[in-house]
Nanobody, 125 residues
Framework: VQLQAFGGGLVQAGGSLRLSCTASGRTLRGVGVGWFRQAPGKDREFVGASSRTGSGTYFSDSVKGRFTLSRDNAKNTAYLQMNSLKPEDTAVYYC???????????????????WGQGTLVTVSS
């Protein structure tokens, strides 16, 4: 499966962006989808993930309550809606796909076999 993440850009603090992750080569149905980000000079970190069934979503404490996840199966696309953005949300955001049936593993990069190329989100203060 190939993933393509897009929708990044420059936004002021307090603003919103929606990132999209489109899959080709296979459906996202039955696949866990995760989002990670990497800020300059920092390690890549977990942002959020939706389980294989799409019924469970998980977020890091730093984005909980501000970010949401959704999917459009008809478009084979997953979304990361980011609200109340902060300058510390500035990073390259990556989407990834996982076949893991262990939902607790979705916060770990090693659970993901497929990665998108990343899209840059810059939040100005």
């Amino acid at each position: 499966v190939q993933l393509q993440a897009f929708g990044g850009g420059l936004v002021q603090a307090g603003g919103s962006l929606r990132l999209s992750c489109t899959a080709s080569g296979r459906t996202l149905r039955g696949v866990g989808v995760g989002w990670f980000r990497q800020a300059p000079g920092k390690d890549r970190e977990f942002v959020g993930a939706s389980s294989r069934t799409g019924s469970g979503t998980y977020f890091s404490d730093s984005v909980k309550g501000r970010f949401t996840l959704s999917r459009d199966n008809a478009k084979n696309t997953a979304y990361l809606q980011m609200n109340s953005l902060k300058p510390e949300d500035t990073a390259v955001y990556y989407c990834a796909a996982s076949a893991s049936i262990i939902t607790s593993s979705l916060s770990n990069e090693i659970a993901y076999a497929y990665w998108g190329q990343g899209t840059l989100v810059t939040v100005s203060s």
